[in-house]
């Protein structure tokens, strides 16, 4: 079936980039997604890439797609406080509907 | 950008009751929306998707007397938690399709959280 993996945390000093990992299963998705939630809140649609695409560039967001191997990343520059959040990697999987597959979130924290 | 309001954003409510939750598009209309639940620390999983105007899509496992979803306008759709217990303590989150949208248009309400005693 469907399964998106995502390492759990990952800590940063505040100015350094952060990189997020999450493979995924489904060959056939066409759109991938990066969510970020803030606590107590929903989910914010921060960038997608088409899945024939290899790379997106959103401002200080990079988006690196290997379809060979299934993986996904997405890379902060000049990280910040305020981008201490949860980050949920998203497959879309055929079969209509735009449904999404998440992977369970990667906690990001920023430190001075 | 879209906006997905959820109401109410927090309920708290006795076990055996049951608690609506509405989810609406402000200032688009959607033919398709979705319900998620996120538990604490954990992924969201969805729950179903509802379409105007028809039943709602299930997924595996999701007990559809339990969990009623009517959709009954472009701009709202709401999900009726029935004879709720402690174990349907949870947060829920719906997201919404425009009509206009593609399909990488996908926006999500605020969430509702539900703690049942």
């Known amino acids: 079936g469907e399964d998106v993996e995502q390492s759990l945390f990952l800590s940063v000093r505040e100015g350094d980039s952060s990189v997020i990992n999450c493979t995924y299963t489904?060959?056939?998705?066409?759109?991938l997604y990066w969510y970020k939630q803030e606590p107590g809140a929903g989910l914010q649609l921060l960038t997608y890439?088409?899945?024939?695409?290899d790379m997106k560039q959103d401002q200080r967001l990079t988006v690196l797609l290997n379809k060979k191997d299934k993986h996904l990343s997405l890379r902060i520059a000049d990280t910040q406080t305020g981008d201490s959040a949860i980050y949920f990697c998203?497959?879309?999987?055929?079969?209509?509907?735009?449904?999404?597959?998440f992977g369970a979130g990667t906690r990001l924290a920023v430190h001075p | 950008g879209a906006v997905v309001s959820q109401h109410p954003s927090w309920v708290i409510c006795k076990s055996g009751t049951s608690v609506k939750i509405e989810c609406r598009s402000l200032?688009?209309?959607?033919?398709?929306m979705f319900w998620y639940r996120q538990f604490p620390k954990k992924s969201l999983m969805l729950m179903a998707t509802?379409?105007?105007?028809?039943?709602?899509?299930?997924e595996q496992g999701v007990e559809k007397d339990k969990f009623l979803i009517n959709h009954a306008s472009l701009t709202l759709s709401t999900l009726t938690v029935t004879s709720a217990h402690p174990e349907d303590s949870s947060f829920y989150i719906c997201?919404?399709?425009?009509?206009?949208?593609?399909?990488?248009?996908?926006?999500f309400g605020p969430g509702t959280r539900l703690l049942v005693l």
């Open positions: 998203a497959e879309s999987i055929s079969g209509g509907y735009n449904k999404l597959i």
């Open positions: 489904d060959s056939s998705s066409t759109y």
């Open positions: 890439i088409f899945s024939n695409m």
């Open positions: 200032d688009f209309q959607a033919t398709t």
């Open positions: 509802s379409n105007e105007g028809s039943k709602a899509t299930y």
């Open positions: 997201s919404t399709i425009p009509i206009t949208g593609g399909q990488e248009t996908q926006y």
